[in-house]
Every structure is written in C-alpha cells, then in structure tokens.
C-alpha cells in the first residue's frame, strides 16, 4: 500500500450503532488529521494529531472520538451519531515540521447515518 | 475567523477555451494550496503557493498569489475534458503545522 488509505470505503449505521474509521498512512508523515465533507460545504477541519497527540479539536461533538495509536494510524470512533453526520470523512497525513507542509489525502468513508 | 472565497463555484466551459478560477481570503496566510478532487476520489494536491507574486504552472494550469490582494487565481488554458473535476484552494495560517481552510470548491465540467 502506498500514500494515504482509508477503509471502510462506505459506511451505513444506524444512529444506534457504534462504528469506527481506520485511516492509515505509508509516507512517514507526523501529522494526521480527519475532516468532514458534506454537501455544498467546503471540507471542515475536525482533528488535528501531531506526534500522536491531539493538537486541535474543532468543537467537534463527543459522537466523534478520535485516537492515534502511532504515528501511521488514526481512527475515528462513531457513536450514537446522526442523520446530519452523513458525509465523506476524509483522513490526511502531513510532515508537520517542514516547509512544504502539503497534506496528502485518502480516498474517504463515505458514511450514511439512518 | 478565516474565510476562503471561491468563484465561481460551477463553471461549464467548453474545449480549448481559456478560464480562471479566482479564490479570495479574509486574513493574512502564510501559504495557498490548490486541490483537485474526481468524482467519488480523495484529493490531489496540484500547487502550494509560498509567497507573494508567486506563479506556479503544470500542464494546463497555472496558478498564482497575490498576497496583498489576498487573491489567488487558478487558469486553465485550453481546456481539454480530462480537467472536469472539483477544485478546491485552501488557505494556511500557521507557521507550522497545517491548518488548512477550504473554499467551497468550483466544479467545472469541461465539454467536447
């Protein structure tokens, strides 16, 4: 696998439901975040890990809970969500302490929340 | 708060012809990214733009910064159908570490 990798590629849950996002990046990056598209909307930023710590959280609601293990792998954990929340959620990598600090991006869950 | 502008955000445009896409911002950023997204695909970072005045060109595109204006401008010279895609600028404020402010994004769809 190379660059940015996402799975699931499509989600559907129920409001009920307890689901997870695993995003994963193979570029040695030391920054990763999560990011929400909706329609008609630009991407919003949701999460932000640097070194495995999470540096900002853009008054996300607790229904999203993100962890980063290491540096390769973060998560998204999903619960009690709703209808609203259906969107793609893009993950993104980065080499934070560089000067071209361009984010490289997966392919997105697509997730639909009955 | 950072505000990132785009216009226009639908552009239907026919092969061969000339067009810009223009994308404004409220504040004073340190850097100007330019993505392309395909229907259903992540992403694609096309051009990061570091300074005032500069100009960055691949292929068809072109893209531009004007700080001082807080503008910049994405051209696509003659089109050709395989440029139809979803293309977003983004706006970074922080010295380090991204923190990334989207558009809207303009979809353009390029014609036969």
């Known amino acids: 696998e190379t660059g940015v990798t996402q799975t699931p590629r499509h989600l559907v849950m129920g409001m009920t439901n307890k689901k997870s996002l695993k995003c994963e990046q193979h570029?040695?990056?030391?920054?990763m975040y999560w990011y929400k598209q909706s329609a008609k909307k630009p991407l919003e930023l949701m999460f932000v890990?640097?070194?495995?710590?999470?540096?900002e959280n853009n008054s996300v609601p607790s229904r999203f809970s993100p962890e980063c293990p290491n540096s390769s792998h973060l998560f998204l954990h999903l619960h009690t969500l709703q209808p609203e929340d259906s969107a793609l959620y893009l993950c993104?990598?980065?080499?934070?302490?560089?000067?071209?600090?361009?984010?490289?991006f997966g392919p997105g869950t697509r997730l639909l929340v009955l | 708060e950072l505000k990132v502008e785009q216009n226009p955000l639908f552009l239907s445009m026919q092969e061969g012809k000339n067009y810009t896409i223009y994308c404004n911002y409220s504040?004073?950023?340190?850097?100007l990214y330019w993505y392309r997204q395909d229907p259903g695909k992540s992403l694609e970072s096309l051009f990061v733009?570091?300074?005032?005045?500069a100009v960055k060109q691949e292929g068809r595109l072109m893209a531009s910064l004007d700080t001082k204006a807080r503008l910049s401008t994405l051209h696509i010279t003659a089109a050709v159908h395989d440029l139809s895609a979803t293309y977003f600028c983004?706006?970074?404020?922080?010295?380090?570490?991204?923190?990334?402010?989207f558009g809207e994004g303009t979809q353009l769809t390029v014609n036969p």
């Open positions: 993104a990598s980065s080499q934070g302490t560089g000067t071209l600090e361009t984010q490289y």
């Open positions: 570029l040695g990056h030391n920054a």
């Open positions: 890990y640097s070194l495995e710590e999470r540096v």
């Open positions: 504040t004073t950023s340190d850097r």
């Open positions: 733009l570091l300074s005032n005045g």
């Open positions: 983004a706006v970074d404020k922080r010295a380090s570490g991204s923190r990334l402010t």
